[in-house]
């Protein structure tokens, strides 16, 4: 395997000194190098792939040099707009080094939504034009890290390396300056375990990572059937999807159970919601301040003032969670409330070594919800009750 601080060095001898991108488990230890060797003005964990795309394309204007730009292969297409009408030959032709963690390469065993895209990844680099070299244990990185820099430099254009799973070592990052995580008595599981009890009836649309799987766990532990829309891939879109649950399900309650890496990486869409105004929908940002899913690298959520975030965006109340006395409180005025209503629960990033993986495939967690969505059993006009509100 390859030492993560020599092929961080290599890429600093190189001549790169910025990084940005997407945190993914498979590049985590790299991520925390980085994250140690890097200044914060350095280092930028972006909101979505784009995002970084473009940073990293704004760091050559102003400096002529290559940025590095890591990502997941799912956030490839949150990439591809930018690559083929930004930094594109054809278009303003500007170099960078992507370094993609392979998700569902084939024949490796992986998770339903990553096979596709690990199937298709080579082919989309090929077709979006983008040379790529395969980085695995035995890769001579040093060689594929010169040979690919002087490409992105000669041809000034983006190049990539593809990385396979187990690639690099195990690194060691030093104790974190736990300053922007929240302080919060509640883990996410807590917190959902609260949102079961008390809302386990409603529609529930759940977002990529731990937190559907603690959801699917929490519903099995219950001794309930599983029901809730796991959104195990398609990372920011879960309250897109909820809304349009919400406009066509008027008589049921759905509730977004959101993380902050995944809002803010398609943060449009409170926009779009707070147009719509689904009175019965409920937007749950569980709130820990990192991607913890992939590693527990920040997110941007501390700089946010979520509340001023649901206000700009019309949602028609706000509440804030952080134990579990309020979390019911304010379940409780969620319940009282027309939406769209945004409850954020501040938790303490973490989550259990056994967690489990849901069980079944996509399309028959899909069934099991749309089965669900037809059962029109809650009677609560959710227009007819008390005004808007908001308290922390
Ligand atoms: C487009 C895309 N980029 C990256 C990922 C990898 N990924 C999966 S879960 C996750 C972190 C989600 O963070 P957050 O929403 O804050 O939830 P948490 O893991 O903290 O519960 C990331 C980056 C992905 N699935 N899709």
């Known amino acids: 395997m390859i030492n993560t601080t020599d092929f961080f060095t290599t890429l600093h001898q190189n001549g ?57 292969n799912s956030g490839l297409g949150n990439a591809i707009n930018p690559l083929l009408s930004l930094t594109d030959p054809e278009v303003y032709s500007i170099p960078m080094l992507l370094i993609i963690g392979w998700r569902g390469e084939p024949n490796i065993p992986d998770e339903p939504q990553h096979l596709k895209q690990g199937r298709i990844t080579e082919t989309l680099l ?22 690919l820099l002087s490409l992105a430099s000669s041809e000034s254009r983006p190049v990539a390396l593809l990385v396979r799973k187990g690639t690099f070592l195990s690194y060691e990052k030093s104790p974190q300056n736990d300053s922007t995580t929240p302080k919060s008595a509640l883990m996410r599981e807590e917190a959902l375990a609260i949102i079961l009890q008390n809302m386990g009836d409603s529609l529930i649309i759940s977002t990529t990572g731990k937190c559907s799987r603690e959801l699917s766990e929490l519903r099995e532990k219950r001794g309930e059937t599983q029901r809730d829309f796991l959104t195990v891939g398609s990372m920011g879109h879960s309250s897109s999807i909820a809304a ?65 975030l649901a206000q700009a965006c019309a949602y028609k109340a706000y509440y804030l969670a952080g134990n579990e006395a309020e979390l019911n409180d304010a379940i409780q005025k969620c319940q009282k409330q027309p939406g769209p209503i ?43 009750q008390e005004s808007t509100d908001s308290t922390n």
């Open 16 to 72: 790169i000194d910025f990084f940005c991108g997407v945190p993914d488990s498979l590049l985590k230890h790299l991520c925390a190098c980085i994250s140690d060797n890097c200044a914060p003005d350095r280092h930028v964990i972006c909101a979505n792939e784009g995002n970084a795309i473009g940073l990293a394309a704004g760091y050559h204007l102003g400096t002529a040099k290559i940025a590095a730009v890591y990502m997941q």
């Open 342 to 384: 945004l409850l954020e629960i501040k938790v303490k990033p973490g989550s259990r070594p056994d967690l489990g993986r849901p069980q079944g495939s996509p399309q028959d967690c899909k069934k099991r919800f749309m089965k669900q969505a037809e059962l029109h059993t809650d009677s609560t006009d959710f227009t007819d």
């Open 126 to 147: 090929q077709n979006v034009g983008i040379p790529y070299q395969i980085l695995d244990a035995e890769s001579d990185y040093e060689e594929e890290i010169s040979a």
């Open 244 to 308: 349009g649950v919400a406009l066509t399900t008027p008589t049921r309650r759905v509730l977004c159970i959101d993380g902050d890496g995944a809002m803010l990486m398609h943060l449009g869409a409170m926009a779009v919601i707070g147009k719509l105004a689904p009175s019965n929908f409920i937007h749950i940002l569980i709130n820990n301040g990192c991607h913890e899913s992939v590693g527990g690298q920040v997110s941007a959520a501390d700089i946010m003032d979520f509340e001023a």
